[in-house]
């Protein structure tokens, strides 16, 4: 590729300029009625758009690359570049080209970015599209969460740990950071996250601080709660800056920050969040909670859904205000079906006002604005209705912004396109010089049509036709054929291959006429449709609060939904430290059986007192994982203001979630070092609470047995024994040798989910028993799972060799005694009752046997078969 120095062109030397404004940025510079991209843009853009490279000469010996496509296409080709990790510059052309001699004025009017964007073609409708801004500071960790498709915009502050797990589960499309923090942050997130660094002057806090209070107009930060918040702050006034070097200078549809209180959510460790899958299955094609729960109707419910499973609560009054709602709309099926009607109706207010906030709402959107806006009058009713404080409490947030419908109403028609430039848009009767130039353009148009027909008397020409083309207006055309009828005042215009086109004086007045009447018309309307959405923009706030007051309504109403669905139950929260579940059910698993199938509930009861930690074991695939998460599933539910799949559940509030999972579970994804497993453990016994939930599973398997055994069993005295804390715990475990951790730790209760043995087989019953196992069946289910035969029974010989000496201390000693395995198969490996059969017939001396001793032999061997 040539270098710039070598681009000579006029238009060339402006691309140059504007490209170096905007490193590290696609360039996607219009050109009449294209978009180009020249050099390394030209074919990272024709490699993710699949379109053509060429290269052209620019004025000097060089050649540069080249790729582009129409400019009606951006709104196809633009998200592609965004998914693709692109930052994209889009350079307009600043004037009318036909104004201009010369070189055209260009600018750069908006850079997308991944975390930055309105278009809907990278936004996803059911979830939030984060912009995150983090900022490291000796004192604390500050990060900025804003969606400026919606206008949310969080802040907060805290540990490292903390923070970098908030980024976990807000999941932004970008992040950024300044240029000192860059080496630490880029590490942490840049394989799952789009990140930019910024300058360093943009992360200072006067600055941020100013920027915040010139966007809210507001003399102190005090009324959104983060005055004393100085990371918090700092971050979030990057992100203004941030977008106004984006060219996104519309930002009036931001008109307030909220904090995000530590204090107010669940703590849910960063494995919690995936190992329960919450909101993302852990494998492809995996169901999550999220996805069970989410009966919602509008993209904005769906969206706080999300941040609400992020975000259990810790608040019990807050939370009994989302169960009594729930409630109510779980018994009163006539309001729910209402209302569910009702919120069908209502499309993303949340995402249309930003629109109007930007002005980029297009006509067709404006209507579906009104549509939208004319559902919340009847809903408010609906509610208002109710008898519960709750609901009304929801309904007086509700503002049905009449005057507002009403105007659009009245003024935009029914049947708008997306596009404003193309008339059709206001109705008759709003604007008496549209009304007039209306008649005129349609008065018009039937003169051409009179027109037509008399000259098509006049000359006898029957297939004569008036059209009309861009390049010469009005025309007549006629076919070679009547060429010789055509009479003389006509003006030839254009020869095609079988057809002449005309046109005559007559036909040029009223073309002027008419056109001149359209061009006023298209002029009108866009005014006029302007109008309207300055009108609209000034109702952002109130909209703002129904979008959120919807989404509240919609993700209780589908709470309900599924609680009646799913037959869930109303959990009965407390203060207590009780956790007491009556047959409880995973509601992921459950939903995933067969017709045939069905789920086994289990009883579940922790406290503080006489049952901390459960020890649970159970062969694999008895249940013991699903046990562990359904518990927690439970909890977490019903802290987010669901219904709960149990018969009954009685929960005293949880604070901390912690889950962690022996290291082979996480192996596909390359975490499942001991080290990992161990430092992650070490980080739950470090942020340790009363109300914490703990969910171990398999803890310590990911080295050898006594290793592992020593490290599970301390890690359970050490949760039994802490001096300030009893969390709550669920330790399910292979070991079974941990059942003996009861016969001194009190709190400590040993539970197995039981099997039946029939045979040689063992049937699941998940069922939940008092009291520890005795083995844990792993060689059965290598057996069940298809495992070749040898393998089985060597498997069994050697576990048979060990459990007999199991309390001796020479393991290693043992070992080497074990019989040593051949690999050929012999007859007597094939089936278990062989070998018996083996050991009976290597017994017999033949030379002392008299014949009765023989046959008594042979009986022997024959019931030695029938065993099964
Ligand atoms: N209570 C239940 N009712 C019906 N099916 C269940 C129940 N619990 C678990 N299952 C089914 O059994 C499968 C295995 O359960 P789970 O993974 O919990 O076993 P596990 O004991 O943890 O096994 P491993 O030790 O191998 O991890 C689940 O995927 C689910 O399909």
């Known amino acids: 590729m040539a270098g710039p120095a070598a681009f000579e ?39 993710v758009l699949d379109i053509t490279l060429t290269k052209r000469g620019n004025g000097s010996a060089s050649e540069i690359e080249l790729a582009g496509f129409p400019h009606h296409s951006l709104d196809n080709y633009l998200p592609k570049l965004v998914r693709a990790g692109h930052r994209v510059a889009i350079c307009d052309q600043l004037e009318d080209p036909r104004s201009v001699k010369g070189i055209v004025k260009r600018g750069v009017t908006e850079l997308v970015t991944p975390g930055v964007s309105y278009n809907d073609n990278v936004l996803e409708r059911k979830q939030n599209n984060f912009l995150a801004s983090v900022v490291l500071q000796k004192n604390a960790t500050g990060v900025s969460f804003l969606d400026i498709s919606t206008g949310e915009f969080f802040a907060a502050q805290g540990s490292e740990t903390y923070i970098f797990k908030l980024i976990q589960s807000f999941a932004p499309a970008e992040i950024i950071f300044a240029k000192s923090n860059r080496e630490k942050l880029e590490a942490q997130f840049t394989d799952a996250y789009s990140t930019f660094a910024l300058d360093e002057w943009v992360y200072a806090f006067d600055f941020a601080q100013e920027k915040l209070l010139n966007q809210f107009k507001t003399a102190s930060l005090k009324g959104f709660g983060i005055e004393n918040m100085p990371e918090a702050i700092t971050a979030a006034g990057a992100i203004l800056h941030y977008l106004e070097a984006t060219e996104h200078k519309d930002t009036q549809h931001i008109t307030s920050i909220s904090r995000i209180d530590e204090e107010k959510y669940v703590w849910l460790d960063k494995f919690t969040i995936r190992n329960l899958e919450l909101v993302n299955p852990q494998q492809e094609g995996g169901v999550a909670l999220l996805q069970v729960l989410d009966h919602t109707l509008t993209p904005m419910g769906s969206r706080q859904l999300r941040k609400w499973m992020i975000l259990p609560l810790k608040e019990l009054s807050s939370i009994a205000e989302r169960h009594a709602i729930v409630d109510t709309f779980f018994s009163e099926q006539e309001l729910t079906e209402k209302l569910t009607e009702e919120l069908r109706n209502i499309t993303d207010l949340e995402r249309l006002i930003s629109k109007v906030a930007v002005g980029r709402i297009n006509p067709r959107e404006l209507l579906q604005l009104k549509k939208s806006l004319q559902r919340i009058a009847p809903i408010k009713k609906l509610i208002s209705d109710q008898a519960s404080p709750q609901l009304q409490k929801v309904g007086d947030l509700l503002h049905a912004c009449e005057f507002l419908v009403e105007k659009i109403d009245k003024e935009l028609r029914d049947d708008v396109s997306i596009h404003s430039n193309q008339g059709g848009i206001i109705k008759d009767g709003i604007n008496a010089e549209l009304d007039e130039l209306r008649g005129i353009s349609g008065s018009g148009k039937d003169y051409l049509l009179q027109a037509q027909k008399r000259e098509i008397e006049r000359t006898g020409i029957n297939s004569l036709k008036i059209s009309y083309n861009k ?37 040029k007045v009223y073309e002027e006429k008419i056109l001149g009447a359209e061009e006023k018309i298209g002029a009108i309307e866009q005014k006029l449709f302007l109008d309207l959405v300055l009108q609209a923009a000034d109702f952002t706030a109130p909209i703002q609060q129904n979008a959120r007051a919807i989404a ?17 139950v109303k959990p ?34 922790l406290d503080n007192e006489t049952q901390q930690i459960l020890v649970i074991t159970g062969p694999n695939m008895a249940g013991k994982s699903a046990l562990l998460r359904q518990t927690a599933l439970i909890v977490l539910m019903a802290q987010i203001g669901s219904f709960v799949p149990a018969d009954a559940a009685t929960l005293g509030i949880v604070d901390k979630v912690f889950t962690r999972v022996g290291a082979s579970d996480n192996l596909s994804k390359g975490e499942s070092t001991f080290m990992v497993e161990m430092t992650e453990t070490a980080s739950i016994l470090n942020n340790l609470s009363d109300r914490s939930l703990i969910l171990m599973d398999e803890i310590g398997r990911g080295t050898s047995t006594y290793d592992g055994v020593s490290i599970a069993w301390a890690i359970v005295e050490y949760l039994h024994n802490h001096k300030d804390f009893k969390p709550k715990t669920l330790f399910a475990t292979h070991y079974h040798e941990l059942n003996q951790l009861t016969e001194d730790l009190v709190r400590v209760k040993n539970f197995n989910v039981s099997v039946r043995e029939v045979g040689d087989k063992i049937i699941f019953m998940r069922k939940l028993k008092s009291g520890g196992s005795e083995h844990s069946f792993g060689i059965h289910v290598a057996q069940i799972a298809g495992m070749p035969n040898k393998i089985v029974l060597r498997a069994n010989e050697i576990l048979h060799f060990l459990e007999k000496d199991k309390h001796k201390n020479e393991p290693r000693k043992k070992l080497e005694e074990l019989p040593k395995s051949t690999n050929q198969i012999s007859l007597f490996e094939l089936d278990p009752r062989h070998k018996a059969v083996e050991e009976i017939l290597q017994k017999i001396d033949i030379n002392t046997m008299s014949p009765v001793e023989a046959l008594l032999k042979l009986n022997e061997v024959l019931s030695a078969l029938k065993k099964s």
């Open 9 to 47: 062109t006029p238009l060339m030397k402006q691309y140059n300029a504007i490209k170096a404004k905007y490193p590290g940025a696609l360039l996607l510079f219009r050109v009449g009625d294209f978009y180009e991209t020249f050099g390394e843009d030209a074919i990272k853009a024709s490699a």
């Open 471 to 507: 390049v010469f207006g009005y025309y007549l055309e006629v076919s070679n054929a009547n060429k010789d009828k055509v009479p003389t005042d006509w003006i030839r215009k254009q020869t095609l291959v079988n057809a002449e086109r005309y046109i005559t004086e007559e036909l």
């Open 552 to 568: 509240m309504l919609d993700c209780l109403l589908s709470f309900a939904s599924v609680a009646r669905q799913n037959k869930y």
């Open 572 to 605: 009965d929260l407390n203060d207590s430290k009780v956790i007491d579940i009556k047959s409880g059910r995973h509601p992921v698993i459950e939903k995933q059986l067969s017709i045939s199938e069905s789920y086994v509930p289990n009883d579940i009861y």
